[in-house]
C-alpha cells in the first residue's frame, strides 16, 4: 500500500461509538495492556464498518474475514511482540486495500498495525505508510463526526512517532500543528469520553508551556476537572490519578506563577485525593505521596505553618517507607526527609526522634 490512498468515502448515519470500556491513558495509546490496545483499535474502527456494505454482498463477506482474521494476528502480536503475526496481519488488509481501496476500516487498521510494527521495528517505511493510511482516512470524516477526534489522535501519535525517529527534521511539523490545532478547538460535546478530554487537556498544556498565556493554563485546568467528572464513579483508577496528577501539577504551576493561597490549596486536594485511591500499584502510591509531600512544603514557604511542614514530612516519610531498601530513588527520597527534618530543627529547635532518623 501506498501513501497516496484513493480518496475514502463516508457514508451516512454512522452508529454511535460502541460502548465499550474506553482505552487507557494519553492519546488512548499509554500504559495499555494488549487487551486493552485490541479494544482501542475497534472502538475506533468499528463505527465504519457500514463503509463495507456498500461494496456488494461478496466483498462484505470477505473484507469482514479478512478483517477478523487480522484482527486475531493483532491481538497476538501485542501479547507475543511477534513480527510474523504483526505481518501477517499487515499483508491480509494491505491485500484487501489494493483489491477494494481506500475502505476507513481498513485504513485504520493499517495505521494502527504499522505503528505497532515500528515500535519494534523502527522502520522508517512503516511509520510513514502508519501517517498515510491515517490521512487517507481522516480526508473525508466530517469535523463533527464522532469518530473524527479519536483518529485525529491515533494520527498525531504516528506523527510523534516519526518525528522522535527523525529527531525534530520536522518533516511533519506543519501537519502536526495542524492537527493539533483541530484537536484543541473541538467542543466539548464532540470530546465526550474522558480520554478525549484528557489528551485535549495535555496538548493545551503544551500550548501553555510554549505561549505562557494565563487563559490557557486556565482552560487546562477546566479541562482536567471536566475529563475527571466525565470518569465512571467504580473503576478507571489508573486514569483518575493520572488526571488528578496533571491538574495537581496545573494548580501548582498557577501558584507558583500567582501566589494565590486558593491554587496551592487546590494543588493539595487533588494530590490528596490521588494518594487515596487504594487500588493502584506500590509505585503509583509512592509518587502521591511523595508529590503531596512536596505540594504541602510549597505551601508552608507561604503559610509558614508547622502543619504544613509537619504535613510535608509525614507524607514524604510515607513514600520513603514503600520504597525497597535497594530502590535506586530511596537515596534521593531519604536525603529529602532528612533535609525536612533539619528544616523543622531550624524552625522550632524540634530535634527528630531515632525513630524518624532510621526512617531516613
Known amino acids: 500500500m501506498e501513501n497516496d490512498h484513493h480518496e475514502a468515502t463516508v457514508k451516512p448515519s454512522p452508529p454511535s461509538q460502541p460502548a465499550h ?7 488512548g495509546c ?22 463495507i456494505m456498500h461494496t456488494g454482498e461478496q466483498n462484505f463477506l470477505r473484507i469482514r474475514i479478512a478483517q477478523t482474521t487480522a484482527d486475531d494476528y493483532f491481538r497476538k502480536f501485542l501479547v507475543s511482540n511477534t513480527l510474523a503475526d504483526i505481518d501477517s496481519a499487515i499483508d491480509l488488509i494491505e491485500k484487501e486495500d489494493r483489491r477494494v481501496p481506500s475502505l476507513i476500516s ?10 505497532n510494527k515500528f515500535e519494534v521495528t523502527s522502520d522508517s517505511s512503516d511509520i510513514d505508510r502508519s501517517i498515510g493510511a491515517f490521512h487517507a482516512a481522516l480526508r473525508p470524516v466530517p469535523p463533527d463526526h464522532p469518530q473524527r477526534s479519536q483518529l ?8 510523534s512517532q516519526a518525528e522522535k525517529l ?14 493539533i490545532n483541530e484537536l484543541l478547538s473541538l467542543p466539548l460535546e464532540i470530546l465526550t469520553t474522558p480520554e478525549r478530554l484528557g489528551a485535549k487537556a495535555d496538548l493545551m498544556r503544551t ?7 494565563a487563559d490557557d493554563l486556565a482552560e487546562v485546568i477546566r479541562l482536567y476537572q471536566q475529563a475527571i467528572k466525565a470518569l465512571p464513579p467504580d473503576g478507571a483508577d489508573d486514569l483518575r490519578v493520572k488526571f488528578l496528577f496533571s ?5 501548582l504551576t498557577k501558584f507558583q506563577r500567582f501566589s494565590y493561597i486558593a491554587d496551592i490549596d487546590s494543588a493539595i486536594d487533588a494530590f490528596h485525593e490521588a494518594a487515596q485511591i487504594g ?17 504541602f512544603q510549597s505551601r508552608w514557604g507561604v503559610s509558614f505553618q508547622a502543619t504544613d511542614l509537619d504535613q510535608s514530612i509525614a507524607q514524604t516519610e510515607a513514600s520513603v517507607k514503600l520504597l525497597a531498601p535497594d530502590d535506586p530513588d530511596r537515596a534521593a527520597s531519604s536525603r529529602a526527609l532528612f533535609a525536612l527534618f533539619c528544616l523543622r530543627f531550624s524552625c522550632s529547635e524540634k530535634v527528630p526522634g531515632i525513630d524518624e532518623l532510621l526512617t531516613c
Open 21 to 27: 470500556r474506553p482505552a487507557r491513558g494519553w492519546l
Open 106 to 115: 481498513n485504513l485504520i487498521r493499517i495505521g494502527e498495525y504499522r505503528r
Open 279 to 295: 487500588t493502584v500499584t506500590t509505585q503509583t502510591r509512592e509518587k502521591s505521596l511523595r508529590i503531596l509531600g512536596d505540594a
Open 207 to 213: 500550548k501553555y508551556a510554549e505561549s505562557q498565556n
Open 247 to 251: 491538574l495537581g501539577e496545573s494548580f
Open 166 to 179: 527523525l529527531e525534530g527534521s520536522g518533516k511533519y511539523e506543519t501537519t502536526l500543528s495542524e492537527l
Open 30 to 51: 499509554r500504559d495499555l495492556s494488549p487487551d486493552e490496545q485490541f479494544l482501542f483499535l475497534t472502538i475506533m474502527a468499528d463505527p465504519f464498518q457500514p463503509d
Open 152 to 159: 485525529v489522535m491515533s494520527t498525531i501519535k504516528s506523527i
